[in-house]
C-alpha cells in the first residue's frame, strides 16, 4: 500500500509557473506508476500527465502538452509536476494517483491510491 501527499498548489497569475511535489510513503514507490489528475468545479476529474515506474516514459493529455513536465525522483519517493504557462483553464484540484500497470495510463479508475488534492488557481 502506498499514501500520497500533495504539495506546492497556490494562486499564480496567468503565465506563471508552479510546481506540484507528491511524496509516497513506503519502500516500494518505484513499483507504481504515477499518475496526475485534476478537477475543476463542476467537472469530472480529468488526467493530465503521468510517468512509468523509472521515468523513462511520460504522458499528457494533449490540453498540457508542451506546458506541463512530469518527473519522479524514485530515491526521495516523489513524482512531480512542472507546470508553465499556466492559463485560468488550469484552475482546479491537482491529485497525484498511483497503479501497478502501465495500460490505460488516462483512466482514473484503474489507479489504485490518490492524495488529498492541492488547489491551483491561475488568475486572468
Known amino acids: 500500500q502506498v499514501q500520497l501527499v500533495e504539495s506546492g498548489g497556490g494562486l499564480v497569475q496567468a503565465g506563471g509557473s508552479l510546481r506540484l511535489s507528491c511524496a509516497a510513503s513506503g519502500r516500494t514507490f518505484n513499483n507504481y506508476v504515477m499518475g496526475w489528475f485534476r478537477q475543476a468545479p463542476g467537472k469530472e476529474r480529468e488526467f493530465v500527465a503521468a510517468i512509468s515506474w523509472g521515468g523513462g516514459s511520460t504522458y499528457y493529455a494533449d490540453s498540457v502538452k508542451g506546458r506541463f513536465t512530469v518527473s519522479r525522483d524514485n530515491a526521495k519517493n516523489t513524482v512531480y509536476l512542472q507546470m508553465n504557462s499556466l492559463k485560468p483553464e488550469d484552475t482546479a484540484v491537482y491529485y497525484c494517483?498511483?497503479?501497478?500497470?502501465?495500460?490505460?495510463?488516462?483512466?482514473?479508475?484503474?489507479?489504485?491510491?490518490w492524495g488529498q488534492g492541492t488547489q491551483v488557481t491561475v488568475s486572468s
Open positions: 494517483a498511483a497503479k501497478l500497470q502501465l495500460g490505460s495510463i488516462d483512466d482514473r479508475s484503474k489507479y489504485n491510491y
